[in-house]
């Protein structure tokens, strides 16, 4: 196996847990294997999960929905955040419906919706009932 | 009959007002603010964003979001300003057919008068919602230094937006007005208007409700945000020591930086001290880090004192213009938020020898009289009377390259002069008038609002036939010239077009765009 070759059995795995609703975890994995690759079957994988996972973030949190935030202060700040998830906190109004917040962050749609869900994930943010 | 509205449009926030029962009210946005940015973006997904929306994320979306397109409005793409702006502003600013200056987001080059639409059909939306019913007239004000072809830049730009101008009033005698409103005052004022991105200050006389400018003066590049640049500097410098990292180019910490550097000089306007926190602005292999600075009043003003002096040697510039000293001032008005920093206070207070009038709202008070204005045009009560001034100096150009001044800078408005020029040459036919606004003896460097020719002279030797040449100004300010061969009475006049403004079928066009980009958005939306 040279150093740019994908092991299979590892997308094959990536595969099952997309079939048990792991979808995000298959991601990672993809993405970890991508590292240094150029491999057009990671880059197809990658794409797919993407798309399929866009498409469930769409369903966990509709356009319409707006978020506040959940945790402040040092509660906040125990988290080990990236700074795009701060950026997005910061932008937390309770009113901003999600497609603007995506729109106005600036950021890859995918990846500002990947960052909202970890939020409500970890119970950083909270939708607005 | 429906209501008329007053439009303060500014270069960095705009206001709306009306007046209610005899009242002035400033009508607040959808998200309460009583001032919306005038700022207008496209998000990479092609959505249009005006107002709140378009700040928030301006920084993030540098290259597709317009800001202080009011600097821009009426210029030629050479002008120095248009210059200054391509250097400092991050969207991308081209030279159009008319020699206009041009902004290119989304793929769309937008003249300045659509942009100015663009925040105009907003005010005209906030204030629809809040009267529930359609508004088709408005005031509009212009900085009191604006030229003919900025007025008329305004004003294609109200056409665009739906609006019926009425009246293009200077930013300062809408002041003044707001200040004079019920009042039967004779007095020498000053309006000192520190805004986000443009400073003025204009020196008025008003006495039975007869208000004129006698001089203004101003800096386009000088305002509220030269303060947040300041303090966003000291914020990143003071990180960049704690925590060995730069944040210059990180486009989502500037955004926060910007607009915790606005909200803290906010705050300390009220406070001694203010803590800067913003949380996870960075990330590194050891993990978060969080931004968290005191600020305090006393940095503040040291990092800002620089500006607030270049504002002081315009008003010395301003005062020596009107005739008067500081101390015949007997009022002054505050304009514009920045004015409300302890700091600005005091410098004026200092200057002028007397604290400033505290009866106003710097956000609303342009607005405010412009509202009154436009119902003092509409109703069958005597109206103010304003007597502005034209702010250039307006002329033509003469033989060997010469500005002959016709009407001098600081001249009240509205006002008709008129000169006997003749010809150069033996048996000349026709003389071409070149209409010229500035303040320079060289022709070439003042600003050329227009050009016509008129033919049919009698022939003769040079320097006997007389031409007539006579300037008039409006009320909005706008020029009209006309030249008159006093042997032949024939006759050539034009109201000045100048090069640079839109053509009807350009506005009609404009218009037409904006229609189909709103029915597609409906399509898109239903």
Known sequence: ?129 | MSRVIGIDLGTTNSCVAVLENGQPTVIPNAGGYKTTPSMFAITPDGKRLVGHLAKRQAITNSKHTIFASKRLIGRRFDAPEVQRSIDLCPYDIVRGPNDDPRIEIGGKAFTCPEIGATILREMKRVAEEYLGEPVQEAVITVPAYFNDTQRQSTKDAGKIAGLDVLRIVNEPTAAAIAYGFNKQSEERIAVFDLGGGTFDISILEMSDGVIEVLATAGDTFLGGEDFDRRIVQYLLDQFQQQESIDLRGDAMALQRLKDAAEKAKCDLSGREQVEVNLPFIASDPDGPRHLSIQLDRQTLESLVSEVVNATLKTAEQCVRDSGLEAGDVEQVILVGGQTRMPLVQQAVADFFGKRAHKGVNPDEVVAVGAAIQAESLTSEEDSVLLLDVTPLSLGIATFGGHFAQLIERNTTVPVRKGHIFTTTRENQSAVKIRVLQGESDVAAENDLLGEFVLTGIRPANKGEPEIDVSFDIDANGIVSVSARDLATGKEQSITVNATGTLSDEEIQQIIEDQELYEVALKEGVE
């Open chain 1, 1 to 129: 196996m040279s150093a740019a070759e994908v092991p299979s059995h590892l997308l094959m795995e990536a595969l099952d847990w997309v079939q048990q609703g792991r979808a995000e975890d298959a991601l990672e994995l993809v993405e970890s294997l991508a590292e240094g690759r150029n491999g057009a079957q990671v880059a197809g994988y990658e794409e797919l999960l993407r798309a399929r996972l866009m498409e469930e973030y769409r369903e966990r949190l509709p356009d319409a929905a707006r978020l506040r935030r959940k945790l402040e202060g040092s509660e906040l700040l125990s988290f080990n955040l990236p700074a795009g998830a701060g950026f997005l906190i910061s932008m937390l109004d309770g009113e901003t419906p999600v497609s603007d917040l995506v729109a106005l962050s600036g950021m890859d749609p995918f990846d500002a919706r990947r960052n909202l869900n970890r939020l409500i994930g970890a119970g950083i943010v909270e939708l607005v009932s």
